[in-house]
């Protein structure tokens, strides 16, 4: 017979409880909206009581942006480590860090975040400012080290980073937004690294001194 767990259930279940926070919260969030969602919403969806919610986040913009935290920082912030030091090749880590991207966007729960920041950004514009500091900024700071080195190592053409990170981001920005928005795609069942390797074979045409097929 298999001795018992005597370890107290309430402690381990202490330890989950601030994922099982975030999870009621997202789904609120993408169901009901940031402005119309409350926490004592939150704490009956996660089974806690109001003032348990408390104890873990301070505010409803505190449990937004651990939710940013867990989810799509930590992408964002391995892409910049990676951008500044790694020594691959830079057409190899610029296919890597999009592929990373694109795939970790293409989960509902991931892109559930941007959603309700667009959704929400006009009555709380500390929502926009979050996933700004902790994704945007970090995502755009990889990708221009990456094309400026690949400029510097006469790869790329002399383009204007700036907007080459818009040419980069764009098109996938929008597939993830036709496909899990607008479901253009429901029949069609396009893979996210399909797309991400489409994608980036037509970038690198417009972005590579010797083009391919000259």
Same mark, same amino acid.
């Given at each position: 017979m298999e001795a018992a767990?005597?370890?107290?259930?309430?402690?381990?279940?202490a330890e989950d409880r601030p994922d099982e926070v975030l999870d009621a919260a997202l789904k609120m969030f993408a169901r009901n909206g940031f402005?119309?969602?409350?926490v004592e919403?939150?704490?009956?969806?996660?089974?806690?009581?109001?003032?348990?919610i408390y104890r873990y986040f301070p505010s409803k913009e505190d449990i937004f942006e651990s939710l940013v935290n867990r989810?799509?920082?930590?992408?964002?912030?391995?892409?910049?480590?990676?951008?500044?030091?790694?020594?691959e090749n830079p057409v190899v880590l610029l296919r890597a860090v999009l592929s990373v991207i694109g795939v970790k966007l293409s989960d509902? #729960? %991931?892109?559930?975040? &941007?959603?309700?920041?667009l959704q929400e950004a006009g009555r709380f514009p500390e929502l926009a400012e979050t996933y700004r500091r902790q994704v945007i900024d970090k995502g755009i700071g990889a990708l221009e080290l990456i094309i400026q080195k690949g400029i510097a190592a006469g790869q790329f053409?002399?383009?204007?980073?700036?907007l080459a990170i818009r040419n980069v981001m764009g098109p996938l920005l929008a597939h993830l937004i036709l496909s899990q928005?607008?479901?253009?795609?429901? #029949? %069609?069942?396009?893979? &996210?690294?399909?797309?991400?390797?489409?994608?980036?074979?037509?970038?690198?045409n417009g972005l590579l001194?010797?083009?391919a097929g000259d």
């Open positions: 767990d005597t370890k107290p259930k309430w402690r381990r279940r402005a119309a969602t409350k919403d939150i704490a009956k969806e996660a089974g806690l009581s109001k003032g348990a989810a799509i920082a930590p992408v964002a912030e391995r892409s910049e480590e990676l951008a500044r030091t790694s020594h509902p #729960d %991931t892109l559930a975040l &941007p959603r309700i920041v053409r002399p383009v204007d980073v700036h928005i607008f479901r253009i795609d429901e #029949d %069609t069942h396009i893979a &996210p690294q399909d797309f991400i390797e489409s994608h980036f074979d037509i970038l690198m001194k010797e083009r």
